[in-house]
């Protein structure tokens, strides 16, 4: 029961974070491209509901940022200045899924306060909405390379484990080209050989496919394995006897087996694959400005300033590892589902 | 011996393979290390084409990777237009950097991982083994970029390492043993960094290696022998638990070497990996192909010792 609960916990988190990110233009109070020239690396906004004079508001409100005199670039709040914070405002026009377009945000406060939630970078955009806009395109790359790489593994484990001879060995020797390197620098070889500056619509396809097509081999070793006793199996001989054709037996008898194996290898790809791009990006060879994405709020912390002086500067980075304890959790769940079913 | 035979062949060939692989990929690859020179109005066109035939940059596939194996054999591995010089010199220190810091990172990590391993699979369901258990699977979850990037705010926040490098200025023409101690201390958070992110793999397998171990009769018969617990646990339990160990050692290179590369990125650590991020940017391709490639010899060089301590520890596989 409880390990129901704790299941259901995590599938919510991931529905959560996932529509939050697919509507980022609605969760965010402002664009991902929006500047405030004046105050760049604030700090984190607190939200108040109790005024300096011990007064309990049912809005929350924000203190105005002033710059700190005695140290310059940084910041302390005046607190003579409150801006109360609202809900359903019109800001900045945004396009949900590139077809709806609408102004609605959840929150903002009256101008000409501001609201951080995770701070802001270095042209004073604000990081909490540059971090779910990124998350677009993050985590469409990491689902979509993890899809294609799974799908490269089930026509190619499938064919290989079908049939078996020759093209077994063809294929399966091809796939251990691409496990015999470690895979970041197999990452990077195929990334040396794609154009270096690509357009903002042409990286998310460059990124699905140099991470989706490098790790195909891995799932197509255990679907072949799935495949290869599946095929033994006296249904699939009866309707090999029946005449069934082999595209029919693969479609019909054979791959729905693999289905435990493909799922699970989906949700452990899932994370590897959005860490890819976070990798690729921070190194300077996956997204560019001004188009966030995990990555690249991650990379001004090359600079040593920035690295020592704004520690929310590391929440992108921290954010991700409750997303991916639930991924693996989820793969664990059903790891944990098809043992009992197979016992 | 024969298998031996058989899988320095198969190794031999699946270079081989990659070698090609990764050569022909980046020939097809659009653009080319003279590219930016077009670029400049004082360069005319007639100088960049000049220069690709002096390069060998026009040929085609099968001579220039002909050219490439003869060079690979004299040692030079290709030529690096960036640095202007062959490769192999350039990319033989930085292999020794890469291999220096991953061999400290696995022996930290093997130092640490036995005996954590060995102590949950003996240690019941207590709660620091469950703290242990619930810090390995958090550990398993952070980034690798996000880790070193903490390390490094570590070094620079408190000064107790320094921040980075491999060695410092003042340390270049001192004598042997202040300079290795120079080198000890930049090398050990990067390798401390590394170990902790093969530990987690590591403590689970050892683990679940030792708990099969455990229950059989003869260590219960050795313990009524009154044989001392450490060991039974070390000298007689463990040898039986090695093999799937061993075989985790080949492939844990792999991630090894992945890790590596962020590591000595971000705590520029003058290896291979800030070699193969700047070759890819400036379209280098023979110092892309000989990294990728000399990756590929230490993960099949890994593989190959796993299979020999195999062959020297476990006498049932040299019967066969």
């Known amino acids: 029961m409880q390990r129901k609960y704790k299941f259901g916990v995590v599938i919510f988190l991931l529905v959560v974070v996932h529509a939050a990110i697919l509507f980022a233009g609605f969760f965010a109070p402002y664009g991902y491209a929006t500047q405030n020239r004046e105050l760049p690396f604030a700090p984190p906004t607190e939200l108040h509901f109790v005024d300096q004079a011990g007064k309990w508001h049912v809005r929350p409100f924000v203190y105005a940022l002033a710059d700190d005199s005695d140290n310059p670039g940084a910041y302390r709040t005046d607190l003579n200045t409150r801006y109360a914070m609202h809900f359903f405002v019109q800001g900045t026009p945004y396009k949900i899924a590139g077809i709806f377009a609408s102004r609605v945000h959840l929150f903002g406060v009256s101008d000409p306060g501001r609201v951080f939630l995770m701070g802001t970078d270095e042209f004073g955009r604000d990081q909490f909405s540059r971090f779910l806009f990124g998350g677009q395109l993050s985590l469409l790359a990491g689902l979509l390379a993890a899809a294609l790489s799974v799908s490269v593994g089930i026509v190619v484990g499938g064919i290989a484990g079908f049939y078996g001879g020759w093209v077994d060995d063809l294929l399966m020797r091809g796939g251990e080209l691409f496990l015999a390197l470690p895979w970041l620098y197999l990452l990077f070889a195929v990334r040396a050989a794609l154009p270096l500056h690509v357009s903002q619509a042409q990286v998310l396809l460059l990124l699905v496919a140099v991470v989706g097509l490098i790790g195909w081999a891995r799932p197509a070793r255990l679907i072949r394995g799935v495949v290869l006793s599946a095929k033994e199996r006296n249904s699939v001989l009866a309707a090999r006897g029946f005449?069934?054709?082999?595209?029919?037996?693969?479609?019909?008898?054979?791959?729905?087996?693999?289905?435990?194996?493909?799922?699970?290898?989906?949700?452990?790809?899932?994370?590897?694959?959005?860490?890819?791009?976070?990798?690729?990006?921070?190194?300077?060879?996956?997204?560019g400005e001004p188009m966030p994405s995990w990555g690249s709020l991650l990379a001004s912390l090359q600079q040593y300033y920035v690295l020592s002086t704004y520690w929310w500067m590391f929440l992108p980075a921290l954010l991700l590892i409750p997303l991916f304890l639930a991924y693996y959790s989820v793969a664990d769940a059903v790891q944990e589902r098809l043992k009992s079913v197979a016992l | 011996m024969k298998y031996l035979g058989r899988r320095?062949?198969?190794?031999?060939?699946?270079?081989?393979?990659?070698?090609?692989?990764?050569?022909?990929?980046?020939?097809?690859?659009?653009?080319?290390?003279?590219?930016?020179?077009?670029?400049?109005?004082?360069?005319?066109?007639?100088?960049?084409?000049?220069?690709?035939?002096?390069?060998?940059?026009?040929?085609?596939?099968?001579?220039?990777?002909?050219?490439?194996?003869?060079?690979?054999?004299?040692?030079?591995?290709?030529?690096?237009?960036?640095?202007?010089?062959?490769?192999?010199?350039?990319?033989?220190?930085?292999?020794?950097?890469?291999?220096?810091?991953?061999?400290?990172?696995?022996?930290?990590?093997?130092?640490?991982?036995?005996?954590?391993?060995?102590?949950?699979?003996?240690s019941g369901r207590g709660w620091a083994n469950r703290i242990l258990g619930v810090t390995t699977s958090t550990l398993l979850t952070i980034p690798d970029l996000l880790l070193f990037l903490c390390l490094l705010l570590l070094a620079v926040r408190t000064g107790w390492f320094p921040a980075g490098g491999m060695f410092s200025p003042s340390a270049e023409a001192a004598a042997f043993w202040p300079r290795a101690k120079d080198v000890f201390a930049h090398l050990f958070l990067p390798a401390f960094g590394l170990a902790v992110v093969s530990l987690p793999v590591l403590i689970r397998h050892v683990r679940s290696a030792m708990v099969d171990v455990l229950a059989s009769p003869f260590l219960r018969a050795a313990r009524g022998h009154g044989i001392p617990r450490m060991r039974v646990l070390f000298r007689y339990a463990l040898p039986v638990a090695a093999n799937p160990l061993i075989s985790l050692f080949g492939f844990s290179v792999a991630t090894m070497l992945s890790a590596s590369l962020i590591a000595e990125v971000i705590l520029s650590w003058p290896g291979l990996g800030p070699l193969l991020i700047e070759a890819t940017l400036a379209r280098d391709v023979y110092v892309v192909v000989a990294t990728v490639l000399l990756s590929a010899v230490f993960l099949v060089f890994g593989n190959l010792l796993a299979d020999l301590l195999l062959v020297a520890v476990d006498p049932r596989i040299r019967m066969e």
């Open chain 2, 8 to 122: 320095l062949i198969h190794a031999a060939l699946l270079l081989i393979g990659v070698s090609f692989f990764s050569f022909a990929l980046l020939q097809w690859a659009p653009g080319d290390f003279f590219d930016e020179l077009q670029l400049n109005p004082r360069i005319s066109a007639r100088t960049v084409e000049a220069l690709r035939v002096e390069y060998g940059l026009n040929q085609s596939l099968p001579v220039r990777y002909e050219h490439w194996l003869r060079s690979v054999a004299h040692g030079d591995l290709g030529f690096s237009l960036a640095y202007n010089s062959a490769v192999g010199p350039i990319i033989a220190v930085r292999a020794r950097n890469t291999l220096v810091l991953t061999g400290a990172a696995t022996l930290m990590a093997w130092l640490l991982g036995i005996p954590l391993g060995i102590w949950t699979a003996t």
């Open chain 1, 243 to 287: 005449g069934a054709s082999d595209a029919y037996l693969l479609r019909r008898h054979v791959l729905p087996e693999a289905y435990g194996v493909v799922l699970t290898q989906i949700t452990l790809l899932i994370p590897q694959y959005i860490l890819a791009e976070v990798t690729l990006t921070f190194l300077g060879l996956g997204v």
